[in-house]
């Protein structure tokens, strides 16, 4: 059965009129007894302590009488406590345990359980399928190194993908929920708030927008696999692992052999069929903006009473024989094709290609050496500038500008820049410290190329 090890009448207390209180207590209570760093079993004092503060934060306070009772009506907080306090111990959740003069109260392990149980379902926090699918692939990873001394947290890898699957088809029953029940109702205004409050907040934000990033969690789906299969084709790994699950269980070997085949079948569904879930989770996603879509622009398109505007303004222009002739009014068309919603197109994946390498041929990679060595060449370096110098200049004292030789693109680079040498910046200093360039007021031309201001190169005697 399932309520075999839980109370008769565990639920009363929360299917009678003071459920709301019941439960507020519960939730509060639950981190009473869950404090990993404290003793499990408190003393009525501190359980009475703790729900007089839950009462406090509640806006209201009222107590229904379910069932005849020798108790009076609660007045204060203290008497609201403690006839909450009395009807969790007559219902089960609570057990009194009295030694001397000390009363302790505890929770049994099932139903701290159950309790644990309610409150996460109540929350819905956010799941962190990064660490989950990392956690798994670290466990395998160790199994795969290390199965004999490892090979149990193959189970713990099975458990994982278990439930990282059953909360998919959590967020696909909860999409399809919500669109169901926003698809029934007729107010505009509850349609936007219900698809904003219960979808974008608890749906889209929480666990849907995880798993459609760039950094989703599926990126390490491949190595899963592969390590996964390769489990179920190694003889030896798979009865090494088995041994560990015979050690840690206390199972027969063959027992212990379906087991791990088991856990490696679960891990192989869940991560092969990822794609038709997400598919099928966009799918309800998509219906659902939609419709959430096309209700707020007609929201928008539309004005409160305007039908009984126009109806008005129907009713007054009867009364006229012969119609007015209305000037300077702005036209205006109250129903035509703009009026009606277009809905967004679905965007579709792009069709799977083969991606062949291509080939840059000969030509190309010549043409781009070319332009690449041409591009060098016109680059002006301190170096280079030294070299061409210390080439012309060889053994002399002084040179005259009509005496150099340009045979190259880089020796004109470097001729034509002779000129620039004092504004080259620090880099260039060298090169003044070694020579010297020399101008008159005469302009030449230089080999009938270029024509400039005359000069001479002298090297420095200090050099």
């Known amino acids: 059965m399932l309520f075999s090890h839980l109370p008769d009448e565990i639920f009363q207390a929360l299917s009678g009129s003071n459920k709301t209180l019941i439960e507020a207590v519960l939730k509060d209570l639950a981190d009473v007894f869950y404090d990993h760093a404290e003793d499990p079993i408190k003393d009525k004092s501190t359980i009475i302590e703790s729900i007089e503060d839950t009462l406090h934060k509640l806006d209201t306070l009222s107590w229904h009488e379910d069932q005849k009772e020798s108790f009076d009506s609660p007045k204060t907080i203290h008497d609201y406590a403690l006839r909450i306090y009395h009807r969790l111990v007559n219902t089960g959740w609570l057990v009194e345990e009295q030694e001397l003069y000390r009363v302790s109260v505890l929770m049994t392990p099932q139903i701290s359980m159950l309790l644990r149980s309610l409150v996460e379902i109540s929350r819905h926090g956010k799941r962190n399928y990064g660490a989950t699918v990392l956690s798994i692939l670290s466990n395998l990873e160790a199994v ?195 009026s009606a919603a277009q809905p967004t197109k679905r965007r579709e994946a792009p069709p799977p290609r083969v991606m062949t390498p291509a080939e840059v041929s000969a030509d190309a990679i010549k043409l781009r050496d070319q332009q690449r060595r041409f591009h060098e060449a016109r680059q002006v370096t301190v170096a280079k500038m030294q070299t061409y110098l210390e080439k012309q200049m060889a053994s002399h004292t002084q040179k005259h500008i009509l005496d150099f030789t340009i045979s190259s693109v880089e020796d004109f680079v470097c001729f034509d820049h002779l000129r620039y040498v004092g504004s080259l910046g620090v880099s260039a200093k060298k090169l003044e410290n070694v020579f010297e360039i020399q101008f008159t007021d005469q302009f030449v031309d230089v080999h009938d190329f270029v024509e400039c201001r005359e000069f001479n190169v002298v090297r420095r005697s200090e050099a």
């Open 144 to 338: 795969a190194k290390q199965p004999k001394e490892r090979g149990v947290t193959l189970r713990q890898s099975a458990e994982a993908a278990r439930e990282f699957s059953a909360h998919l088809n959590q967020i696909l029953l909860g999409i399809r929920s919500l669109q169901r029940e926003l698809f029934a109702s007729r107010d505009p205004k509850a349609i936007v708030s219900g698809f904003f409050d219960l979808f974008v907040e608890g749906i889209l934000i929480a666990d849907y927008k995880t798993i459609k990033t760039s950094n989703n969690p599926f990126r390490f789906r491949r190595q899963i696999l592969e390590l996964t299969q390769d489990f179920l084709a190694n003889p030896t790994t798979m009865g090494q692992v088995a041994q560990c699950y015979v050690d840690q269980q206390l199972i027969t070997m063959a027992e212990a052999q379906a087991m791990v085949e088991q856990d490696c079948r679960d891990i192989l569904q869940t991560f092969n069929n990822i794609e038709q879930r997400l598919e099928r989770i966009d799918e309800y996603r998509y219906r659902l903006e939609k419709r959430a879509a096309d209700t707020a622009r007609y929201m928008d398109s539309s004005r409160p009473g305007m039908a009984t505007k126009i109806a008005g303004i129907i009713t007054d222009v009867a009364k006229f024989e012969h119609l007015p002739v209305m000037k300077q009014v702005i036209g205006s068309r109250f129903v035509g094709m703009a």
